[in-house]
């Protein structure tokens, strides 16, 4: 049964650049929400997506976005990144997101902004 | 609002002995779900527990115990005679109703052989 996957592990951009991340959810999991973790932080929420809409947001801005496909998984897109864009951002599953879901977490993605 | 907070920063314990993470919450809906996770250096945050605001059983898992009061809003973590493996950063977190996952700060924890 595999389990959250993200990729890509690392990635470094420059200031002003773009960046695309992408998951893939636990199987049997319809709902993907985004998190990043700043150094010496816990995660903080981005945004979750089900049904291929984006059903909640967290305090972030519209620089970044998402989307989710047909088959449950995620792309995370940021745009104009920013120095302090750097970060891990982790992607967490779950069936039907609820508050009482369980949130399984992939492996992240080390984002470095220079 | 939401708030989650594990007021240890970083404990250092030696392999065998036990030690109690702390995580202090604050919500006002009334049902709501507790968890915890473990950091290890990997990045993955892996799932240990998840706690409903009406069961207020406490749970034991092997060497992992946990201890849920409303009456303290506090939802303790302890790990019995711990080892290295044990080392890693274990974070606290709340939901709610609509309300998004809310993670505490962390507590690293250090256990050396």
């Known amino acids: 049964d595999a389990g959250v996957t993200q990729s890509p592990t690392h990635l470094i951009k420059t200031r002003g650049q773009q960046v695309t991340l992408r998951c893939s959810p636990k199987?049997?999991?319809?709902?993907v929400s985004w998190y990043q973790q700043a150094l010496g932080q816990g995660p903080q929420f981005i945004f979750q997506y089900y049904e291929e809409e984006e059903r909640q947001r967290g305090n972030f801005p519209d620089r970044f976005s998402g989307h989710q496909f047909p088959n449950y998984s995620s792309e995370l897109n940021v745009n104009a990144l920013l120095l302090g864009d750097s970060a891990l951002y982790l992607c967490?599953?779950?069936w039907g997101g609820g508050a009482q879901e369980t949130q399984y977490f992939g492996p992240g993605t080390r984002l470095l902004v220079l | 609002a939401q708030k989650v907070t594990q007021a240890q920063t970083e404990i250092s314990v030696v392999e065998k002995e036990d030690v109690t993470l702390d995580c202090v919450y604050e919500t006002r809906d009334t049902t709501y779900y507790l968890f915890w996770y473990k950091q290890p250096p990997s990045g993955e945050l892996v799932f240990l527990i998840r706690?409903?605001?009406?069961?207020?059983q406490n749970e034991i898992s092997g060497r992992y115990s946990w201890n849920f009061q409303k009456s303290t809003s506090s939802f303790n973590f302890t790990i019995t005679a711990s080892q290295v493996v044990d080392s890693a950063v274990y974070f606290c977190?709340?939901?709610?109703?609509?309300?998004?996952?809310?993670f505490g700060k962390g507590t690293m924890l250090l256990v050396s052989p």
């Open positions: 199987s049997g999991h319809d709902t």
């Open positions: 977190a709340l939901r709610g109703g609509y309300s998004t996952l809310t």
């Open positions: 706690r409903n605001s009406f069961d207020e």
């Open positions: 967490a599953s779950s």
